[in-house]
């Protein structure tokens, strides 16, 4: 389903494992999108799940948001460039980095046509606003 809800700000500071797990995450999402194509970085995705990891564990779900909270004050000094496909990819190294996982979504609207990606926990839209994903259809998610 579609997001409803929009990440809330950080509530704190970055700890050392979480710069450190942000710093990975940039990296390998810069090689990756240097070196493979679109469909070996999905493959990518798809094999690195945490199995169980999006289920809807209450504490999960609050530790995925808080990490995705301290990676948006972490990312203004990310070497990886602004688009959506890889913004949402960077997170979801940082998140799985920190043992936690969420939903890669891509999704399309028809006019005029464009595509979109973002992460999801739940409801909840972790790297970009419900109101601008909420023009978006959902067609796959990772």
Do not use: N
Request: net charge positive; aromatic share 8%.
């Amino acid at each position: 389903p579609k997001p409803t809800l929009d990440l809330r700000g950080a509530a704190r500071r970055p700890r050392p494992r979480e710069i450190a797990a942000g710093l990975l995450a940039s990296g390998a999402a810069a090689r990756d999108f240097r070196r493979l194509d679109f469909a070996r970085i999905l493959e990518r995705a798809r094999r690195g799940r945490q199995p169980g990891a999006t289920s809807h564990d209450a504490a999960h779900h609050e530790a995925v948001l808080d990490a995705a909270a301290v990676f948006a004050v972490l990312r203004p000094w990310s070497p990886v460039g602004g688009a959506c496909l890889k913004r949402s990819y960077q997170l979801l190294g940082y998140l799985r980095r920190l043992g936690l996982d969420a939903d890669w979504v891509i999704g399309v609207r028809t006019w005029p046509f464009m595509a979109h990606c973002w992460l999801q926990s739940g409801p909840v839209a972790l790297d970009d606003d419900v109101e601008r994903l909420i023009a978006y259809t959902p067609i796959l998610a990772v």
